[in-house]
C-alpha cells in the first residue's frame, strides 16, 4: 500500500523546511522565532478560551467515545506557515517522526497526524486549532453569551496573522522561504486564487 498524495505533499514540505531551517544561522531563527512570538501568544489565549469553556463537551462527546470529529478526517488543510512555526518550536526528532509518519499508509479515518496521545505536531495547523463543531458551539454559546462574543474576538484576532488583505506572518514566512528559492503548493497565500484575490481587492 501507498502513501497518499497529501502524506506526500506533506512529507515534501515538511522535510524542504526542516531542511532550510537547519542550513540557517542562530541569529536567523532567533529572527524567525521573535517575528511569530505575537501569533504564540494568540494560539496560548485561544488554548486558554478553549480549556475554558470547551474542554469538558470535548472531552465528554468526543475523547472518552475515540469519536472526535476534529481529527477524523485523512488529511486537513496545512498552511506552509503551519508547518514553518512548528519547525521553530519543535525538536529534530519531533520533525523526523512527523516525517517518519508521513511515509506510513494510512489505514484509518483518521488524521495522519494523530498519535496514541492526542496530535503529533507541537503547534498544529491553525485550521485544527479553530475547529469547533457546531454541536459543541451550540451547546456552549446557547448559555453564555460571553464565550461567543469571545470566541468572535478570537476568530478576528486569527486574520492579523493569516488573512492577506494586509501584510501578515504567514505571508511572511512562505516570502522568506521563497527569497531562499523554494516553492512548495501549500504557499496559499502566494498561489491560491482565493487568496490572490483578498490581496488584489485590498489593493496590494
Ligand atoms: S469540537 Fe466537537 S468534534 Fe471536536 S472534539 Fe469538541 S465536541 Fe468533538
Ligand atoms: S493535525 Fe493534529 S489536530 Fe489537526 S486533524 Fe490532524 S491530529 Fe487533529
Known amino acids: 500500500m501507498q502513501t497518499s498524495p497529501y502524506q506526500q505533499e506533506q512529507h515534501e514540505a ?7 531551517i537547519g542550513t540557517l544561522s542562530s541569529c536567523q531563527i532567533e529572527a524567525l522565532k ?5 501569533y504564540l501568544m494568540f494560539r496560548d489565549d485561544v488554548d486558554t478560551f478553549l480549556n475554558t469553556y470547551f474542554a469538558a463537551i470535548c472531552t465528554q462527546k468526543c475523547f472518552q467515545s475515540s ?12 498552511f506552509f506557515a503551519d508547518i514553518v512555526i512548528n519547525a521553530l518550536f519543535s525538536t529534530l526528532d519531533e520533525q523526523k517522526f512527523l516525517l517518519t509518519v508521513l511515509q506510513k499508509p494510512n489505514t484509518g479515518p483518521k ?4 498519535g496514541p496521545h492526542g496530535c503529533l505536531w507541537r503547534i498544529k495547523p491553525i485550521v ?3 475547529f469547533l463543531c457546531d454541536a459543541a458551539m451550540i451547546r456552549i454559546f446557547q448559555d453564555n453569551p460571553t464565550a461567543e462574543s469571545t470566541w468572535n474576538v478570537l476568530k478576528n484576532r486569527e486574520k492579523q496573522f493569516t488573512w492577506p488583505d494586509k501584510k501578515v506572518l504567514f505571508e511572511d514566512l512562505e516570502m522568506f522561504f521563497i527569497d531562499a528559492g523554494h516553492a ?10 482565493g487568496l ?6 485590498a489593493g496590494r
Not at 14 to 20: F, P
Not at 184 to 193: A, E, K, R, V
Not at 196 to 201: A, F, M, P, T, Y
Open 14 to 20: 515538511i522535510l524542504m523546511v526542516s531542511t532550510h
Open 34 to 38: 521573535t517575528a511569530s512570538r505575537e
Open 67 to 78: 469519536l472526535s470529529a476534529c481529527c477524523s478526517r485523512e488529511g486537513i488543510i496545512t
Open 111 to 114: 488524521c495522519v497526524y494523530l
Open 128 to 130: 485544527c486549532q479553530m
Open 184 to 193: 512548495s503548493s501549500l504557499m496559499y497565500l502566494h498561489n491560491s486564487p
Open 196 to 201: 490572490l484575490l483578498v490581496k488584489k481587492r
